[in-house]
């Protein structure tokens, strides 16, 4: 392992704690779905900017780094949850792969756009990525709990609360 290898390594030890309480300051948690993900975009990002940084972050100038990391991580974070806001927009394609029917005419995709959009503003960001999940055939529910480290019973209370938040829109698809 080289110098350069062995430096960024102890950077991203040191300063690790700081990349977790960036996403607590963000209220994102270690349940959350896309914590690692977020976690390794932050990670990657904390060593460019000890790369752009006037100092030594490891050395002297280590607490003025800390404030300098602190807010190019936020700034960095936000950002990020900005562009996965935005592609969590539904679209028709999402909608159909959802709820997996083809759709034969334009007023019954409307409908369902309607009832997605109106699911999509009752529920928070967890609870319909939770729903998309529940949607996907692909997954079962022991997958689910594992993905969110939680048990079966868990997952099937969380689909609980949401069936009863949205309930009343069945009759939107009728």
């Known amino acids: 392992m080289d110098y350069k290898s062995l430096y960024k390594s102890r950077v991203l030890t040191q300063f690790e704690p700081l990349i977790h309480k960036t996403l607590q300051?963000?209220?994102?948690n270690q349940r959350h779905i896309s914590y690692e993900d977020y976690a390794q975009e932050l990670r990657i990002k904390l060593l460019a900017i000890e790369e752009s940084f006037d100092g030594e972050a490891l050395g002297e100038d280590r607490i003025r780094f800390v404030a300098f990391a602190g807010k190019g991580l936020y700034w960095h974070l936000v950002s990020l949850l900005r562009k996965n806001q935005k592609k969590s927009e539904v679209s028709y394609d999402?909608?159909?792969?959802?709820a997996d029917v083809d759709i034969?005419?334009?007023?019954?995709?409307?409908?369902?756009?309607?009832?997605?959009?109106?699911v999509r503003r009752r529920l928070d960001q967890s609870e319909y990525e939770l729903l998309m999940m529940l949607c996907d055939e692909?997954?079962?529910?022991?997958?689910?709990?594992?993905?969110?480290?939680?048990?079966?019973?868990?997952?099937?209370?969380?689909?609980?609360?949401i069936v009863s938040k949205i309930n009343d829109l069945k009759t939107l698809l009728l």
């Open 104 to 118: 034969p005419f334009e007023s019954s995709r409307i409908e369902l756009l309607f009832f997605m959009e109106e």
């Open 94 to 98: 999402e909608i159909e792969a959802a």
């Open 25 to 28: 300051r963000m209220t994102i």
């Open 138 to 161: 692909s997954l079962t529910v022991t997958e689910i709990a594992k993905l969110y480290g939680v048990g079966r019973k868990t997952i099937y209370q969380r689909k609980n609360k």
